[in-house]
């Protein structure tokens, strides 16, 4: 069984070796495409003059690839023939017969530019020289405009935010950045939702990582914000993505160079919560390209206090528990990494690299609880826990990519990802008097390691199409061990009966294969639709035997359609994705380090599947950009946390998973950019929807009953940049959220805000700035409130998180430009499901292990 489960992965993605046999009878054409989709006919008037140029990025001065060039008859309009920049942005018109004509130059995602009054006489080669193309995020002037990059930018298939350009980052984290990125949303714990939905994947420069396997939120603290070029979030992948992600992908691009020379850039920041040190250099002479760098960062005065109170009834017994928590949270996290990268040939690359993370994060909590149940007098008693969050991740890559021509490429791409675990607590027992009565272990150490392969190709078709396909495999394996102990107060720890010590392994390999297909008629209508395949093989097993969860396969179809008129382009977009339960859901660690809020993990939880529906129109009106997006997402089969009364432990809630649950969501997403003038910029995005959520819980009689809640999810937020002489810069932000809607209550809203200033100087070389967050408040309050036939609760968790950080940037060496080259792609594992967890749930703090991805 196994022998066959190895051969079907092989055979699909082998499949995609015979991509190269192509690459020898392209039905392109010729080795350089020629006309851009739309705009040649079928037969060209034929000529000895010839017209070359050069396009680039009116911000950035590098080449723009890929860009359409469009070459008319100036009398009557008539499209005569076209072509596309490669992948330096350069580009040549031959065999074009004398004459009078205009060349348009576009690319979606900037502003188009018209060449007019081109004369050409018989044998001439005329050399347009540069040609500047403006995002069209906001209304520049004509080739004259030197102004920034807009802060957050629209392209065909994602939302660019330009975090470089964010001066508050500096000093913080990702969690930082992506609290400000249109379409996301961040709650104060660092979990991460998409269009209200926290089933999403999260990539590192179009890589996944086993950094991110646990958890997002923590994962999130270890990337230091001024490491980060940019954020994308893709709503509509295409079939060419994984499967995985019900609610989109966000891909955080980290910051990369492509110059001649030797560099060293050195960023520290200190804040009364947080301070961090980064050193990063490079060295790229000819062919040959070597990264090396690290960061650390210290994460503490961090303080958290909780309040609960809740009821619940078992058995005709009602026991009301009311808690209070006071609490701390302190971390320190490291990220190093080793890159290499060198041109075999002028158009083949391999590129290879070595990351490390580290996480060693710790969270103290006390509790006092008084426990008053029907016919007992009172109890009250205090708990001290201390848990830990450790861990290791090594991600090993070599990749390889051959570039026939622009558009038509092969590429080869491999990964080893590992992430070893640590997730303990240790908590002391005392009484109403403060005196230990007991003590009580919960160790769990995870393994979480994968192999990658896939191999890609893609090749144009005639003048107006696309071709890609590719295959795909992921071997995984998750090994999970738990243990809960207990011990008096001056004993050795011991073995917990009524809890006994288990393990987890979890084997998981995916075969997947895809296509793909893009045309573009006469009139610029572009249609993409692709299907992917992919199928899992599961092997599971506890030490009380195997798991029945089963093989499965799953069909996704995705279709993306667009079309520019009049300054406005539409959108229209349909997916399917797979949501694959993450180890946490399934971790059958029983975690009680609040004895008030128990999770355990259902190792028999299956995937659940969501169909996305998108409709998009975007629009400038002179300096101002704006963006609408509406939205449907219906989710059968939805992995749902199941929330009752422990039978055992009074006044206790146990969460646990289940395949149980609908989710139908409805809502719009409006973004709008206004530039002021070159130097100030502001903007203002709001995102709210319906939903619709339906699960079951456990009735009076001990039967599952059917629940169900819906509402309107509001939020929104505000932001500004400005640059002003002699290096001087400022931001502010803000954001507000309101309530959330949970299958069985409501989670409160929050508010976040932050302001900013910096200062340039040796000629930009270095920089001093200082930024400061929600100064104006002590604290944040969240407030959850949950309800069934069983129980009630009332939830509050207070946040204190003013801060201020002072930076400070320089940067070493002297480097020459060096023209941008396209090099070898990298595995994108997008097929994971984080329960979006940040280590802390309703009052207290959780255990749990590292995801399967």
């Avoid at 990125?181 to 961040?186: G, K, R, S």
């Avoid at 003048?463 to 207990?486: C, D, P, W």
């Avoid at 992995?639 to 009752?644: D, E, K, L, Y």
Wanted: net charge positive.
């Amino acid at each position: 069984m196994k022998m066959s489960k190895l051969l079907l992965t092989i055979i699909i993605v082998l499949a995609t070796f015979f991509a190269p046999a192509f690459a020898q009878f392209p039905t392109g054409g010729a080795s350089t495409p020629k006309a851009l989709p739309g705009t040649a006919g079928d037969t060209t008037p034929k000529g000895t003059s010839k017209i070359t140029g050069s396009i680039v990025d009116s911000t950035s001065s590098k080449g723009i690839e890929f860009v359409s060039v469009a070459l008319y008859n100036k009398g009557n309009g008539q499209a005569i023939d076209g072509t596309v920049a490669d992948e330096k942005g350069k580009f040549a018109l031959t065999k074009v017969a004398a004459g009078d004509y205009k060349v348009m130059v576009s690319f979606i995602g900037y502003a188009n530019k018209t060449i007019d009054n081109i004369t050409l006489a018989k044998g001439q080669e005329l050399d347009l020289g540069t040609i500047t193309l403006a995002s069209n995020t906001k209304t520049l002037n004509e080739v004259t405009v030197t102004g920034q990059a807009a802060l957050i930018e629209e392209k065909v298939d994602r939302l660019v935010y330009n975090a470089e350009k964010d001066i508050t980052a500096k000093g913080g984290d990702a969690t930082d950045i992506l609290r400000k990125v249109p379409l996301l949303t961040v709650d104060l714990d660092g979990n991460v939702s998409l269009r209200g939905s926290q089933n999403i994947r999260v990539l590192i420069n179009n890589k996944p990582s086993t950094i991110i396997a646990n958890s997002v939120a923590d994962a999130l603290k270890q990337i230091p914000a001024d490491q980060i070029k940019s954020v994308e979030v893709i709503t509509s992948p295409s079939a060419k993505y994984d499967a995985e992600g019900s609610g989109g992908i966000i891909n955080i691009i980290t910051k990369k160079n492509s110059l001649q020379g030797l560099n060293l850039n050195v960023d520290a920041g200190v804040g009364n919560r947080g301070s961090m040190l980064s050193l990063n250099g490079g060295y790229r002479k000819g062919k040959a390209g070597f990264t090396i760098g690290g960061f650390g960062r210290g994460m503490y005065n961090t303080i958290t206090k909780t309040s609960l109170e809740q009821s619940s009834t078992v058995e005709n017994v009602t026991t009301v528990t009311r808690q209070t928590g006071d609490g701390s949270s302190r971390g320190l996290f490291g990220n190093y990494n080793l890159g290499f990268d060198y041109d075999l040939a002028k158009n083949q690359s391999l590129t290879a690299g070595v990351k490390y993370g580290v996480r060693n994060f710790s969270n103290q909590q006390d509790l006092m609880t008084r426990l008053m149940k029907t016919g007992s007098s009172d109890v009250i008693t205090n708990r001290d826990v201390d848990a830990k969050n450790l861990s290791g991740t090594v991600d090993v890559n070599l990749d390889y990519l051959h570039t026939f021509k622009p558009q038509q490429e092969w590429s080869v791409s491999t990964l080893y990802s590992r992430n070893d675990l640590t997730n303990d607590f240790d908590a002391n027992l005392l009484n109403g008097g403060n005196e230990l009565t007991s003590r009580q272990r919960n160790l769990n150490k995870s393994i979480n390691q994968e192999y990658t392969f896939q191999s890609d190709y893609q090749t144009p078709i005639k003048k107006n199409q696309l071709l890609e396909f590719g295959g795909k495999g992921i071997f995984r394996e998750v090994k999970s061990a738990y243990s809960f102990l207990i011990a008096e107060p001056t004993g050795d720890f011991r073995p917990e009966t009524d809890q006994p010590a288990g393990d987890l392994t979890y084997h998981q390999n995916i075969a997947a294969g895809y296509t793909s297909y893009t045309y573009t008629t006469k009139k610029r209508y572009t249609i993409k639709g692709g299907l992917r395949y992919e199928h899992t093989f599961i092997d599971a097993s506890t030490n009380e035997g195997t798991v029945g969860v089963g093989n499965y396969g799953v069909l996704v179809p995705s279709v993306n359609a667009s079309k520019t008129f009049k300054g406005t382009t539409v959108k229209l977009a349909y997916n399917r994705r797979i949501q694959r339960p993450g180890l946490q859901q399934l971790n059958p660690n029983f975690n009680s380090a609040n004895p008030q809020n128990i999770s355990v993990g259902n190792p028999e939880l299956r995937p659940e599947l969501t169909n996305n529906f998108e409709l998009g129109l975007s629009k400038n009106i002179k300096k101002t950009f704006i963006n609408a997006t509406f939205f449907g997402r219906v989710t059968n089969n939805a992995i749902s946390q199941v929330r009752a009364p422990s039978d055992t432990l009074a006044g206790s809630i146990v969460t646990t998973f289940e395949n149980i649950g609908k989710q139908h969501a409805y809502g719009t997403n409006l973004f709008a950019n206004i530039a002021a003038t070159s130097k100030i910029n502001f903007g203002i995005f709001a995102n709210a929807f319906y939903t619709t959520l339906t699960g079951q819980t456990i009735g009076q009689n001990g039967k599952a009953q059917e629940i169900k809640n819906d509402g309107f999810n509001v939020s929104g937020g505000v932001f500004s940049q400005a640059t002003f002489k002699n290096g001087w810069g400022a931001q502010a932000f803000g954001f507000m959220q309101g309530n959330q809607v949970q299958l069985q209550g409501m989670q409160g809203g929050f508010g976040f805000y932050t302001i900013g200033v910096k200062k340039e100087f040796a000629n930009k070389k270095g920089s001093v700035g200082l930024a400061a967050e929600n100064f104006l408040s002590k604290r944040f309050r969240m407030h959850t409130e949950l309800n069934s036939i069983q129980f009630n609760q009332v939830n509050d968790i207070y946040m204190y998180n003013r801060g201020v950080r002072l930076t400070f940037t320089y940067k070493i060496g002297k480097m020459t430009m060096d023209a941008p080259k396209k090099k070898a792609k990298s595995v994108n594992n997008d097929d994971v499901k984080s329960d979006g967890s940040g280590g802390q749930q309703s009052g207290g703090t959780t255990g749990g292990g590292s995801t399967p991805r």
